[in-house]
C-alpha cells in the first residue's frame, strides 16, 4: 500500500506537465521536508516508477511509463479515500457509472471543514451517451441535496486540453476525487508523455 505522502508525490508528477518538478519543488507542493520528499523519490526511482535527469546541477523527476508496474502503482495513488458526505455522492452518482467514462468531483465540495451547496463534477463521456447521460442526471438531481454543476468533456476533449496543458484541467487532475474512471485518465495522460517523449527519427536522405 502506499502512503498519503507517497500518493500525494505521484499524483503531482502524474500532472506535471508545466514544469520540472526538483525535489524542493516536490516538497513545496507536497507540504513535505525536504528530506522526506528525497526518499519518497528516491524509493520509487529505484523502483523504477520514476525516472530522473540532472539539469545543471538539479536532479528533476519524471513518471517512468516504460516500467510494465507504472500504471498499477499509479492506480493505487490516484484511488481516493472516501469520507463523510462524498461516500454517499459517489452512491449518488453510481447511476452514471456506465454511461461515462470517468467521474472526478472537485471544488469546495472536497473540503469536508465546508458546507458548500454546489457540486462540481467533470465527466468524461462518449458523445453517443449525451442524451442517455441527461436523462440519467436530471434524474439525480432530484435526489442530492446540493446543486450539480457538471463539466463535460469528451475523451478527446480531455487529450486535447491536457496536451495545451490546460490550467483547470490539470488543477481537476491534481485536486479532485476520482471516483471511476482511473484507468481512463492514465491511459490519456500515458499517451501524451509518450508522443511527447518520443525520440525524433533520423531520415538518410541518399546522395
Not at 529505484?46 to 516504460?66: P, Q, R, V
Not at 462524498?86 to 452512491?91: A, D, M, N, V, W
Request: proline residues 2%; aromatic residues 8%; charged residues 35%.
Amino acid at each position: 500500500m502506499l502512503t498519503k505522502n507517497e500518493k500525494r508525490v505521484l499524483r503531482l508528477l502524474l500532472t506535471a506537465f508545466d514544469k520540472q518538478y526538483s525535489i524542493n519543488n516536490v516538497a513545496k507542493e507536497c507540504n513535505l521536508f525536504p528530506n522526506g520528499a528525497y526518499k519518497i523519490l528516491k524509493k520509487f526511482e529505484e523502483e523504477g516508477i520514476l525516472k530522473a535527469k540532472h539539469i545543471a546541477n538539479i536532479k528533476s523527476y519524471s513518471i517512468n511509463f516504460d516500467d510494465e508496474k507504472t500504471d498499477n502503482i499509479l492506480e493505487l495513488a490516484l484511488m481516493p479515500k472516501l469520507e463523510g458526505r462524498i461516500k454517499y455522492r459517489l452512491e449518488d452518482l453510481k447511476g452514471l457509472k456506465g454511461i461515462t467514462k470517468s467521474c472526478i468531483l472537485f471544488g469546495s465540495y472536497i473540503d469536508l471543514k465546508k458546507e458548500p451547496h454546489d457540486l462540481d463534477i467533470l465527466f468524461v463521456i462518449d458523445r453517443n451517451n449525451f442524451k442517455q447521460y441527461k436523462k440519467k442526471l436530471a434524474d439525480i438531481k432530484d435526489t442530492v441535496p446540493a446543486k450539480i454543476h457538471d463539466v463535460l468533456q469528451t475523451e478527446e476533449d480531455f487529450k486535447s486540453n491536457i496536451e495545451n496543458k490546460d490550467k483547470v484541467i490539470l488543477q481537476i487532475l491534481r485536486t479532485g476525487i476520482i471516483f471511476w474512471g482511473i484507468k481512463t485518465i492514465i491511459k490519456v495522460i500515458k499517451n501524451f508523455y509518450q508522443r511527447e517523449n518520443k525520440p525524433i527519427e533520423t531520415i538518410k536522405v541518399k546522395n
